[in-house]
């Protein structure tokens, strides 16, 4: 299966991408993973990247779609995959869909986690990350900073929703609720529910 999981900062993607992606059996593929591990690593992408992380901005989809092309070209992607947090803008969208065409394939299904941006606000500014047995807050989770990625979700990333429900491959998931609970949400959208067969429609 080949899923986009959709949705702002802060509205639970990276767990859920973990989940599901185990349950699917395809690879969660997180840009902003991939990012912050070429940071640490101190590459140079990472440091093309890190300007642009710690102002909550996008990164160039020059260098985004890159990279996602050279990842979902390795092996473990081939059979399917679980995007977590790319395409974020329509541009990204439409790069993906001209990759995947390329290589025969198309989407399955876009998962969008739906939150509200007070509780976004509230969840964000609470995260944190264990980093060499700490728990950090990320740069990018300080306040002004959510703020500004919010308002990047809302101007850049959240037209992707209305684009991918115009070609029918939208599933809008509430994601509030305990983690168990959106789980089971996201896997009856995708048919792979334990009552319902893979691949098949999702009731909801
Ligand atoms: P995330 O972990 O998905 O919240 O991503 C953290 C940061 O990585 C974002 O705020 C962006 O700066 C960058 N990033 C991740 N994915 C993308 C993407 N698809 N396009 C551009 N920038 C991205």
Do not use: C
Not at 13 to 21: C, D, E, M, V, Y
């Amino acid at each position: 299966m080949r899923v986009v999981l959709l949705g702002p900062p802060g509205a639970g993607k990276g767990t859920q991408a973990q989940i599901i992606a185990g349950r699917l059996g395809v690879p969660a593929i997180s840009t902003g993973d991939i990012f912050r591990a070429n940071v640490s690593g101190q590459t140079e992408l990472g440091l093309k990247a890190k300007s642009y992380m710690d102002a909550g901005d996008l990164v160039p989809d020059e260098i985004t779609v890159a990279m996602v092309k050279d990842r979902l070209a390795e092996p473990d992607a081939k059979g399917g995959f679980l995007l977590d947090g790319f395409p974020r803008t329509i541009a990204q969208a439409e790069q993906l869909r001209s990759s995947l065409e390329d290589l025969g394939h198309g989407l399955d299904r876009v998962l969008e986690l739906v939150v509200e941006e007070e509780e976004l606000v509230r969840r964000l500014s609470g995260r944190r990350m264990l980093v060499d047995g700490q728990m950090v807050q990320r740069d990018d989770d300080k306040p002004e900073t959510v703020r500004h990625r919010l308002e990047v979700y809302r101007e850049q990333t959240a037209p992707l929703s209305g684009f991918y429900e115009g070609v029918g491959l939208l599933s809008r998931i509430d994601a509030i609720g305990s983690v168990e609970e959106v789980t089971a949400r996201a896997l009856r959208a995708l048919g792979a529910d334990d009552d319902g067969e893979p691949g098949q429609p999702a009731a909801v």
